[in-house]
């Protein structure tokens, strides 16, 4: 398999940066360019007002900010950012066909049962969806 650009989908969790090293070293291994992508969820529309809580959307600035913070541990992959607006599986999965991603590397939270029926799975739709193949890794256990 020729790998010349794999997708780096972060929320900005622990678990997504337990991954970034895992593709920062498949991009290093295979020469590959690491897209870094954030998708912005758009703000929700409330009815009424009766659902809404007062908690604030995140600025487009701030997340384009806290997006450039994120790296490849190796300063010899190349790598660009991309922020994108959308359900995330969706966008994600739209950007790797649009930009030819070989291989998405991602972190999941690895949630099981009812928290992932009321919660749902990124990974999982993105697997689903997505024009090629998935490394997914599941967030690293605590240390007891």
Do not use: W
């Not at 007002?49 to 384009?64: A, C, F, H, K, Q």
């Not at 030819?100 to 928290?115: C, E, F, N, P």
């Not at 009321?118 to 599941?138: D, N, T, W, Y």
């Amino acid at each position: 398999m020729q790998v010349k650009k794999i997708l780096f989908p972060t929320d900005f969790s622990h678990c997504s940066d337990a991954a970034l090293p895992v593709a920062t070293s498949l991009a290093r291994d295979s020469g590959a360019t690491l897209l870094i992508v954030h998708a912005e969820e758009p703000p929700m529309a409330y009815g009424g007002g009766e659902m809404y809580y007062g908690i604030p959307d995140p600025v487009t600035e701030d997340l384009r900010n806290m997006l450039k913070k994120v790296v490849p541990s190796d300063p010899g992959v190349p790598y660009e950012h991309h922020l994108v607006v959308g359900d995330p599986a969706t966008s994600i999965s739209e950007l790797a066909k649009s930009q030819g991603a070989d291989l998405i590397v991602m972190g999941t939270h690895g949630r099981t049962g009812l928290r992932r029926l009321l919660m749902g799975s990124v990974a999982e739709a993105i697997v689903r969806r997505a024009p090629c193949p998935v490394f997914i890794m599941k967030e690293p256990q605590a240390e007891a």
